[in-house]
């Protein structure tokens, strides 16, 4: 006997580009409910010998059951993403098993004001987050750092800059800014974490996704700052 | 940083392997390090991942605490340097 524990069947439904690398796929995956923001899935796939790969990817959008929104960036010579970005088709099948972990997550009932810093598509898991505070009605102050390279490969910069009362937002452009932009590219500073209302004193919870190096400089700075270790939650992602 | 393994990742990327071997969110579990006595949640480990599963080392000490196989006839978990391993506080 095969023992499979908790794949789902996932149907692609939709798949629109978010620049020239990204895309948001969305599937519907019957029997998948409950997902809290912050949190990710695994997604499979079998190649026609068999040979399967998984990845994991941080949920778009949580709460909605039996959908799966899913933002993918490239990765070049990727064994997933590569299908996902380009080939993946309305009808295609694949598997998703979640959702997944329950520490890097939001909980709407938490008035305590959070700091989100995003390194390229570290932001995905944050568009979750943003989408359930505008859904549940509440207004914990939140403030968005997000590094990006050029403002071409900005993941869903209209909708973070859509006006959200509560939500500040502050966009890091380390290789190319947009035209008229008051500074030159630069990597992420201390200048940029720090703000007022979300500091430690105020009991900040802080969340930090990106690739590794980003991660863990943002979370060296956010230390430096005087935001303890234990409230500075980090998610690193890998290749693939 | 990376290794020739791939980039360092935190315990939440094996929260899928690792559920099919514990009926818990296993991020959420607590481990304490056999070697330097280090007490915290697996998803603040550090993980390094390869196509035959993950390695789980103490963010402290770098001692391997956990190894996780994706074997076909079943996930395997060893736990060299874990003293143990606690589930999460029922819901």
Sequence with gaps: MTWQTGWHVATVVGARPLTDTARELTLAVPGFGGALPGQHVDVRLTAPDGYQATRAYSLATAGVDERVDLVVDEVPDGEVSPYLTHDARPGDQ?????????????????????????????????????????????????????????????????????????????????????????????????DDLAAPGFGPAEGTDVFVCGPTRFVETAAELLTGLGHPSARVRTERFGGA | MTSPDGPVLDGSALAGLLSEVYSFDATLAVVRCAHCGHT????????????????????????????????????????????WVQAPPRP
Excluded: K, N
């Design chain 2, 40 to 83: 915290d949640v697996l998803a603040r480990t550090t993980v390094h991942l390869s196509a035959m599963g993950g390695v789980v080392r103490c963010a402290t000490c770098t001692a391997v605490l956990l190894v996780v196989v994706d074997r076909p006839d079943g996930a395997r978990v060893s736990s060299p340097g874990a003293a």
């Design chain 1, 94 to 190: 694949v598997e998703v098993r979640g959702p997944l972990g329950g520490y890097f997550v939001w909980h709407d009932d938490d008035p305590a004001p959070v700091l989100l810093v995003a390194g390229g598509s570290g932001v995905v898991p944050f568009l979750a987050m943003l989408r359930a505070r505008r859904l549940s009605g509440r207004r914990a102050p939140f403030r968005l750092v997000c590094s990006v390279r050029g403002p071409a490969g900005a993941i869903g910069r209209d909708e973070i800059d859509s006006p959200d009362p509560g939500l500040d937002v502050r966009w890091v452009y380390t290789r190319e800014v947009p035209p008229g932009w008051p500074t030159s590219p630069a990597r992420i500073t201390p």
